[in-house]
């Protein structure tokens, strides 16, 4: 403990030099928390970035009249993401459906859009990607930070028990160091609360977004196999 009269150093790095084992483990493991959910955060900014110009690239050109066939044909040779892998794996079974039957039957709608079903789950899937570790880090982070905090404090009254010296400048550096640990700990977890509901926000929207267009694509299928069964 620090006698009375030698001036306190309540710097950061001192905070964490002079903290307990315990408690060093417990900032260590919350700033990596916080770096990686950072990390995160910005690689899910650019990912839904990507995924709205996409989205909305594809959509421009589906609907400008071009050949389904042809628009299929030109995305069939690569890996698709988004909107795209949806159109893809749709015109996919609707290409072997026909190629199988001449005739074609009201049941291909059923698997298209089955198939596209699967697409969208893929889609949400990889987009919720990592989103756990937000979650995680949001929930458990400020009582990590909490079990630092009593931990530096029962250390420091063990500390005090044995100096017999109760003066501020021997309790201070010993509270404020098991109150950092609260303060990264809600450093790690504020940032990873709100991104994650913000994130979860964007693919429910892409979800839909996605949703209405399988609807739409289906419904073209649908009058193109209508013309074909008359």
């Given at each position: 403990?620090?006698p009375?009269?030698?001036?306190?150093?309540?710097?950061?790095?001192?905070l964490f030099r002079?903290a307990h084992?315990?408690?060093?483990?417990v900032?260590?493991?919350?700033l990596a928390a916080?770096?990686?959910?950072?990390?995160?955060?910005?690689?899910?900014?650019?990912?839904?970035?990507?995924?709205r110009?996409e989205?909305?690239?594809?959509?421009?050109?589906?609907?400008s009249g071009?050949s389904?066939?042809?628009?299929?044909?030109a995305l069939g040779q690569?890996?698709n993401?988004?909107?795209?892998a949806?159109f893809?794996?749709?015109?996919r079974?609707?290409?072997?459906?026909t190629?199988?039957?001449?005739k074609?039957?009201p049941?291909?709608q059923?698997?298209?859009q089955k198939?596209m079903d699967v697409a969208i789950g893929r889609e949400?899937e990889r987009?919720?990607?990592?989103?756990?570790?937000l979650?995680t880090?949001?929930?458990?982070a400020?009582?990590?930070?909490?079990f630092?905090t009593?931990?530096?404090i029962m250390t420091s009254?063990?500390?005090?028990?044995v100096?017999?010296?109760?003066?501020?400048?021997v309790?201070a550096?010993?509270?404020a160091e098991?109150l950092f640990?609260t303060?990264?700990?809600?450093?790690?977890a504020?940032p990873a609360v709100i991104f994650?509901?913000?994130f979860?926000s964007?693919v429910?929207?892409?979800?839909a977004?996605?949703?209405?267009?399988?609807?739409?694509?289906?419904a073209?299928?649908?009058?193109?196999?209508?013309?074909?069964?008359v």
């Amino acid at each position: 403990m620090t006698p009375p009269d030698v001036a306190v150093d309540l710097s950061i790095w001192e905070l964490f030099r002079n903290a307990h084992i315990i408690v060093k483990l417990v900032m260590i493991g919350l700033l990596a928390a916080s770096v990686w959910s950072w990390a995160i955060i910005l690689e899910k900014f650019f990912l839904f970035a990507k995924t709205r110009k996409e989205t909305g690239k594809f959509e421009q050109v589906f609907w400008s009249g071009q050949s389904l066939v042809e628009l299929y044909q030109a995305l069939g040779q690569r890996r698709n993401t988004g909107v795209e892998a949806l159109f893809v794996a749709g015109m996919r079974e609707y290409s072997r459906s026909t190629e199988r039957n001449q005739k074609l039957s009201p049941g291909i709608q059923l698997r298209v859009q089955k198939v596209m079903d699967v697409a969208i789950g893929r889609e949400v899937e990889r987009l919720e990607r990592r989103l756990t570790f937000l979650a995680t880090v949001g929930s458990t982070a400020p009582f990590v930070g909490l079990f630092g905090t009593v931990w530096g404090i029962m250390t420091s009254f063990q500390a005090i028990a044995v100096s017999k010296n109760t003066n501020l400048a021997v309790v201070a550096p010993g509270i404020a160091e098991a109150l950092f640990a609260t303060a990264l700990g809600l450093l790690a977890a504020i940032p990873a609360v709100i991104f994650y509901n913000k994130f979860n926000s964007e693919v429910a929207r892409h979800a839909a977004r996605l949703e209405g267009f399988a609807d739409e694509f289906a419904a073209i299928l649908s009058r193109q196999i209508d013309k074909t069964t008359v």
